[in-house]
């Protein structure tokens, strides 16, 4: 067998916990790491795979959007993601790090050792800060990060909010009513992220190869020891072996259907799709969390300074050309705002709900609005033996009396400020309209035309979960789980760094693993 084909780690999936992890292996010169990515490189480091696919539902589940790098084929589903502007890859590049007590949460659960001391280590850690090391910023990683400069509509937003008691502040971080914008990598010859920052230093290490357009079929077993990884690539099947481990890093989606198709799961899923037991591990595919959100759509009716030569086509053509010019990537990632951080109901003390206001050449402004501490519970599981076959998927969003009451209220909370001067005479609502008012029409809206993102908890941490409190798969030996799919429940604030951290973290247990075997 090539010597090629056999390293230390193999890691599947180079998003955010890919890349972190990937980072911290390499790092030590003795480790021969392999990362597998079934994209190119266009989408390698990305914290939200950027090329997105619909699985096939049936006529009684919403839209579901997965990453073309789990395998998932796409369908003639209809999309609405992209609908205002209000989709994950719109959120791609932000990094808010609140809901600090949700971590401490974990912990009290019975989850030990993944605490926010433990997470606010590894962020520091990853990251730095423009302004300087701050208690959730280091000073010595680059990229750096950086807010982005005002804008009239943007300013105009800030001032609203201002008038509903929502103030401003430089660094997003306290679970409190606050606002700011966006963290945003600082511009150096090419825009990047910290994510892609990690992946270019890791691939250019001789111990670390990058395999793309590899897409992982199952994991290979000798008994239940993980032994390496088959995989589909554009010259036909592969087979990796891993002399230490085998982690996975494809997400909520990604892992609990790759840990299926190789023979680890709940029995009865795998005897319905035609799939050899290797371990039995019931809670794999289960206790998924995502959020459902949805975006309002703005027209200028006030704003002097929105540029009127924007709306030819060639003043069209010119930004699009500029924006390719300064920053790499697919075209949904946007110039981010402002994220405001507010409770549903006014005289409330805790933060319920987000707002992301997001200025658009030509289209005005979309304000997407995402109800945080959802409790709705879904699944996901495979349906046959082939990546080919779609998964069975139950969303579970907005099917708690809890969610669909914090969602009515996120909405009404939204078109409450929108209302609110100076921003009322300068901007139209175009989108969905004001015909849509009352509750039921409010949940049809989000059901039917909104957005999900932050999947988490289908390979969740616990003595009840899928992996133990060093990410060990239950049932199995050499095999762990790295990323936000073992996270219990969702963080209150975004999940792309607790993903990252627990990649970062990650890379901390396997080093220390390697150093008790010694």
């Known amino acids: 067998m ?163 008691g929502i103030a401003s502040v430089e660094e997003l971080g306290e679970d409190r009513m606050q606002a700011g914008y966006t963290p945003q990598p600082v511009p150096t010859v090419v825009r990047t992220s910290t994510v892609r920052s990690l992946a270019h230093g890791y691939a250019r290490r001789r111990n670390v190869r990058v395999r793309l357009h590899c897409t992982a079929r199952r994991i290979l077993f000798d008994g239940v020891t993980a032994s390496g990884v088959e995989a589909a690539t554009p010259r036909g099947t592969v087979r990796f072996h891993a002399r230490r481990e085998v982690i996975l890093c494809a997400g909520a989606v990604g892992n609990p259907l790759l840990l299926e198709r190789s023979g680890v799961g709940d029995s009865e899923v795998l005897t319905t799709a035609g799939v050899h037991l290797v371990a ?53 990632q946007v110039d981010m705002s402002i994220l405001a951080v507010l409770p549903s109901e006014r005289g409330a003390s805790r933060p319920d709900m987000e707002l992301l206001f997001t200025p658009a050449p030509v289209m005005g402004a979309t304000v997407a609005f995402l109800p945080q501490s959802c409790t709705s519970v879904g699944r996901i599981h495979i349906s046959g033996p082939a990546l080919e076959d779609p998964p069975r998927l139950v969303p579970g969003y907005l099917s708690t009396a809890h969610d669909k009451e914090l969602t009515v209220a996120a909405f009404a909370r939204t078109r409450e400020i929108l209302a609110t001067e100076p921003f009322a005479s300068a901007m139209t609502e175009t989108f969905p309209g004001t015909d849509v008012a009352d509750p039921a029409d409010v949940l049809r809206y989000v059901r039917e035309n909104g957005f999900t993102e932050q999947a988490v908890g289908t390979c969740s941490l616990g003595s009840g979960g899928v992996v133990d409190d060093e990410l060990r798969v239950h049932g199995t030996h050499r095999l762990r789980v790295a990323d936000a799919s073992v996270m219990p429940t969702l963080t209150t604030g975004d999940t792309e760094a607790a993903s990252m951290a627990v990649g970062w973290i990650a890379g901390d247990i396997l080093r220390n693993a390697n150093t008790r075997s010694r």
């Open 280 to 332: 039995a591990n019931p809670a794999v595919g289960c206790n998924l969390r995502q959020r459902r959100g949805a975006a309002i759509t703005l027209w200028p009716s006030g704003v002097p300074e929105h540029d009127p030569e924007l709306v030819t086509p060639f003043a069209r053509l010119r930004a699009r050309v500029g924006r390719a010019l300064r920053r790499p990537g697919p075209p949904a």
């Open 2 to 164: 090539s010597s090629k084909k056999i390293v230390d780690y193999i890691i599947v999936g180079g998003g955010a916990a890919g890349s972190a992890l990937a980072h911290r292996l390499g790092e030590n010169p003795q480790n021969q790491v392999l990362l597998i990515q079934a994209d190119g490189p266009d989408e390698l480091g990305h914290p939200m795979a950027s090329r997105l696919a619909q699985v096939p539902l049936g006529p009684q589940f919403q839209d579901w959007q997965a990453p073309r790098t789990l395998g998932v084929r796409q369908v003639g589903h209809k999309s609405t993601d992209g609908l205002a502007g209000g989709s994950t890859e719109a959120r791609r590049t932000i990094r808010s790090r609140r809901g600090e007590a949700d971590y401490d949460t974990w912990a009290a659960a019975g989850v030990s050792g993944w605490n926010l001391a433990r997470f606010v280590e590894a962020f520091t850690a990853m990251e730095g800060y423009a302004a300087g090391a701050t208690r959730l910023h280091g000073d010595d990683r680059p990229p750096a990060e950086a807010v982005v400069p005002l804008d009239a509509t943007s300013e105009l937003w800030i001032r609203t909010l201002a008038r509903q």
